[in-house]
């Protein structure tokens, strides 16, 4: 791929004599492909906030990114709190590469807009549901985290909360990017920060966080809880400094894979950092199976998802999300109800995406209404905010992408929460001689064995207006009647909104005996997602139908065939 040099906007980056140093150099040595995807791609402010690559270029993100970005977001804070700026916005960050500049930078715009800032102590690095927890603490105007959660290591990005700790809604999103739009000085831009505006983040504040987490043991002075052997990977990320040292003083016996234990920008032993994909699980499968381990725990970078990996008879089996949420869903609710500590008019949330197992077991069990909503915790966040005139009580929130809320002090999602409870549950499990497979297979046994495998499929970021906007087109346009041998029986669109929430690029597919299929390009990535929620009579005839429709779904679609 060819790029022109002599096109305006590179010209303009190129020589700008304020150019930041380390954005010339990323100019100089650029290949024309990347500067193609650097100036011919704009980094968009969206609903989930801002996430890319880092380098040079408004396709790019970079300090230039913070600084517009930030500037936006004041104005919308000088806008709706003009007299109340000194209530302040909690900045923290991941381990990232820049992620400690990135923070610091976001900080220092604040406060040259007058608004106080809170900075954790020496900028430390910290899980993102700290972030929204604080924020709530502190009655701040809202929080910020410099974090591209389980992105691969060359990206970055920008997540802002609103005063509940929850991620900002489109009202407040289409401000700040209509404000971003104003800015066409940002290269030349100089602001003078006011350092007495930032302030450090209470130590209670990381106290009151910690004795929420310890709060959620049903069992919390039970001292066989030491016989649960425990592999804790964080990826080098931000859960090390909480997950593991929580979980040992809870009386776990805790080994943490050494080589992600540490921070490490390049993840260097891990690869892909997200634990829904296999090259994070190399290690802490080796250190389960070497230490004979009951239970495998992953957080993802910034400490906001938990992969679950337990032992079974066949040796470790990598829950998935619903799985995982099935087994939290039903250990929370059980616990109490038996203890009597459910409230009355408990509420759940889940997503549109996320496998009706876990519904079927709030709703039918415990009496528990389910709320649905679209993909991402901000829709939930947003709910659970009404709460109070509705007359409802928070039990549960989650979504399939291995993302759960157990707490409401938090309203993003917390995989230190459901390290702690998932903990609990394969404890108490291991006392009653029983597995986690066990307690799975229960649920299987009452409600259908179901198959939620989920497919991603990855582009390049110039790719998705070619190849995945005509997925989702031909399948509007041709729709779905039969696929393989099952017949569809209802077919759901989300772009118009359903069920009293926005419009979303979300088709669902149902077939006649209650099993589904989904597709929904990824809100941050480059990547289409299909999901899979098939129910059969035994695990492997929901694995054959799963196998069978994702076969005639790539046939339908022209996409490669799984090897």
């Given at each position: 791929m060819g790029f022109d040099k002599k096109k305006l906007l590179y010209q303009e980056w190129k020589n700008n004599p304020e150019l930041d140093e380390e954005m010339r150099e990323i100019l100089s040595s650029a290949t024309p492909t990347e500067l193609s995807n650097a100036f011919n791609l704009e980094l968009e402010f969206g609903t989930a906030g801002i996430r890319g690559i880092m380098g040079a270029g408004p396709g790019r993100f970079n300090v230039y990114t913070i600084k517009k970005v930030?500037?936006?977001?004041?104005?919308?804070?000088?806008e709706k709190y003009p007299n109340q700026l000194s209530q302040g916005v909690v900045v923290g960050h991941d381990s990232r590469h820049n992620s400690t500049k990135f923070a610091q930078l976001t900080a220092e715009v604040l406060t040259s807009e007058g608004i106080k800032v809170y900075l954790f102590k020496k900028n430390q690095m910290q899980p993102t549901p700290v972030v929204s927890f604080a924020t709530r603490k502190l009655k701040a105007l809202g929080g910020i985290v410099i974090t591209a959660s389980h992105n691969p290591a060359e990206y970055n990005g920008y997540k802002i909360y609103d005063s509940t700790g929850c991620q900002l809604m489109p009202q407040d999103t289409d401000i700040i990017s209509q404000e971003i739009s104003k800015i066409d000085d940002i290269l030349i831009w100089n602001f003078q920060p006011?350092?007495?505006?930032?302030?450090?983040?209470?130590?209670?504040?990381?106290?009151?966080?910690?004795?929420?987490?310890?709060?959620?043991?049903?069992y919390p002075r039970s001292l066989s809880k030491v016989n649960l052997k425990i592999v804790y990977s964080s990826v080098n990320g931000t859960g090390g400094l909480y997950t593991p040292k929580l979980l040992k003083h809870q009386g776990y016996e805790v080994i943490e894979v050494k080589e992600h234990s540490q921070p490490d920008e390049n993840f260097t032993y891990v690869g892909n950092p997200n634990p829904e994909f296999s090259p994070v699980w190399k290690y802490p499968l080796a250190y389960a199976k070497q230490h004979d381990a009951d239970l495998i725990l992953i957080n993802d970078p910034d400490a906001d998802r938990l992969g679950v990996g337990i032992k079974t008879k066949k040796g470790y089996e990598i829950l998935t999300g619903n799985q995982v949420g099935a087994l939290l869903i039903n250990w929370k609710l059980s616990q109490m109800k038996l203890k009597h500590t459910l409230p009355s008019n408990p509420v759940m949330y889940s997503s549109f995406v996320t496998a009706d197992l876990g519904d079927r077991?709030?709703?039918?069990?415990?009496?528990?209404?389910?709320?649905?909503?679209?993909?991402?915790?901000?829709?939930?966040?947003?709910?659970?905010?009404?709460?109070?005139?509705?007359?409802?009580?928070?039990?549960?929130?989650?979504?399939?992408?291995?993302?759960?809320?157990?707490?409401?002090?938090?309203?993003?999602?917390?995989?230190?929460?459901?390290?702690?409870?998932?903990?609990?549950?394969?404890?108490?499990?291991?006392?009653?001689?029983?597995?986690?497979?066990?307690?799975?297979?229960?649920?299987y046994k009452k409600y259908g064995y179901y198959d939620t495998t989920t497919i991603n499929l990855n582009f390049k970021p110039e790719e998705k207006t070619a190849?995945?906007?005509?997925?989702?087109?031909?399948?509007?346009?041709?729709?779905?009647?039969?696929?393989?041998?099952?017949k569809i029986e209802k077919t759901e669109d989300y772009l118009p909104?359903?069920?009293?929430?926005?419009?979303?690029?979300?088709?669902?597919?149902?077939?006649?005996?209650?099993?589904?299929?989904?597709?929904?390009?990824?809100?941050?990535?480059?990547?289409?997602?299909?999901?899979?929620?098939?129910?059969?009579?035994?695990?492997?005839?929901?694995?054959?139908?799963?196998?069978?429709?994702?076969?005639?779904?790539?046939?339908l679609l022209n996409l490669p065939q799984k090897k």
């Open positions: 930030t500037r936006g977001y004041a104005q919308l804070l000088k006011q350092k007495k505006l930032i302030s450090k983040v209470p130590h209670k504040v990381i106290r009151a966080y910690k004795k929420m987490i310890n709060n959620l043991q049903f077991i709030a709703e039918d069990e415990y009496q528990v209404k389910v709320i649905k909503t679209l993909t991402g915790f901000k829709w939930m966040g947003h709910e659970m905010n009404q709460e109070p005139e509705r007359g409802l009580n928070f039990v549960f929130a989650y979504e399939e992408s291995i993302g759960y809320v157990l707490d409401d002090s938090t309203r993003d999602k917390d995989g230190i929460q459901a390290a702690v409870m998932i903990a609990e549950l394969a404890w108490k499990t291991k006392v009653d001689f029983r597995t986690l497979s066990d307690v799975l297979d229960d649920i190849k995945i906007d005509p997925i989702m087109q031909e399948l509007r346009t041709k729709g779905l009647v039969q696929l393989a041998d099952s909104g359903l069920y009293n929430m926005p419009g979303q690029n979300l088709l669902k597919f149902y077939f006649q005996d209650g099993s589904w299929i989904a597709l929904r390009p990824s809100g941050t990535e480059p990547k289409l997602k299909i999901y899979f929620n098939i129910i059969a009579t035994s695990a492997r005839k929901a694995k054959s139908t799963q196998v069978k429709l994702e076969k005639a779904l790539r046939e």
